[in-house]
């Protein structure tokens, strides 16, 4: 065993330690350490056991093993724990030295770790790891931001340990400075949460609507899972379809339907309105999860409210040939919301984001990897400053292509009572985008009858702002402020 370790690692939860393992297992020297030291025990006597881990009993014997410049990983709660161990940390550090942030961490609060921690000298990453415990294991993606300097020196370890794409890529790069690689991440799960949500409905209308049991639908997924739908989520719900309870029945069916959270598509959601931008099929599916959260009043409306009873009488095989069609054309429109959200953070964080070379990280060890992210990376090679994925040709003619499909399904399930809120809001981005001229100029004359928040008009340069005195009993005198 080396005397001095590459890294050090706190935190043996699942994902440290699979990480932990994982690093080792690419020929680096690892220390580790955790709050409840019988964990270290426990890991280095057990799973860790025979292979090149120190195990450390305390902060001051974890810094002592790894060779300078020293680089610690957090694999701690969000929030104040990782601010916590960082003034464990620092008096034990030089400058020069790199603190890494692993977990799901909020963007603002890797902002202001970078900056206090160069401010002593040393160095900080706030990275997001995806892909669950088995990504850890096997090869996760790794989104790296914070201090450029802390680069060249976690660089062989990150890419050594991350996913790799057909060609050996790996599924790794710096993504900028500071809060970058946080909120890439957080963007990353924003996504997650309106993938999941889509499909969840495209399963409910299978169930609800046509009558389908859970091996029918195994069988639907699994041949979309050979398609333009091929990812990890369509796989694991084909998998989740096809397993079985002890008493011989699908699982799924007995799962109780109120969805959990952690928090990271609510502050994706939160972030798209500070920065302006709509991100209304994430922001659907945060509040889908919300309102599933509400399981006895909903089973108490059930028996008090009610809706059209479901009942289909069309061919089924061509209806699921038009779901998957829906179901890809509200994916794309759910991706491009989350591109057009890194866009805008860039400009607002002055962030230089390789948008190609997100869409690559993703396309392995992530929750949302699927070959879908390989056209997204060929629209941004194509055009770096694509304002819009719905504009590139290859997505352009697949909604074009879909949109039939897509507009027949939303209508079926919305005339049989189905419940699809992010199809639904998916095509209403689409169409909202692609109007030229939608009612704002009405509410914007609202705005200024009430308020006197001035309008812009069509006939006039784009900047020229004006008043009306609506009632001819008010003021001209207009408000000072505008906002758009």
Known sequence: MSQKADIGLIGLAVMGENLVLNIESRGFTVAVFNRTVDKVT???????????IIGTTSITELISTLKTPRKVMLMVKAGQPVDEFIEVLVPHLEKGDIVIDGGNS?????????????????????TGVSGGEEGALHGPSIMPGGSPAAWPHVKPIFQSIAAKVADGTPCCDWV????????????????EYGDMQLISEAYHIMKELLGMNAGEMHEVFRKWNTGGLDSYLIEITRDILAFKDADGMPLVDKILDTAGQKGTGKWTSETSLDIGIPLTLISEAVYARCLSALKEERVAASEMLRGPKPGFSGDRNTFLDDLEKALY???IVSYAQGFTLLRAAAEEFKWNLNYGSIALLWRGGCIIRSAFLGKIKEAFDKDPKLNNMLLDPFFK???????????????????????????STALNYFDGYRNSRLPANLLQAQRDYFGAHQYERVDKPRGEF???????????????????
């Open 42 to 52: 426990h890991f280095v006597g057990g799973r860790a056991k025979g292979k090149n």
């Open 106 to 126: 909020h963007y603002p609060d890797t902002i202001r770790r970078t900056k206090y921690l160069e401010s002593k000298g040393m160095l900080f990453i706030g």
């Open 176 to 191: 900028g400075s500071d809060g970058a690689g946080h909120f890439v991440k957080m963007v990353h799960n924003g996504i």
């Open 329 to 331: 054309a509200s994916k």
């Open 397 to 423: 003619e697949k909604i074009e292509s879909s949109q039939e499909a897509w507009r027949r399904v939303i209508s079926i399930a919305v005339l049989n009572g189905i419940w699809v809120p992010a199809f």
């Open 466 to 484: 004006f008043h009306t005195n609506w009632t001819g009993h008010g003021s001209d005198t207009a408000s000072s402020t505008y906002h758009v």
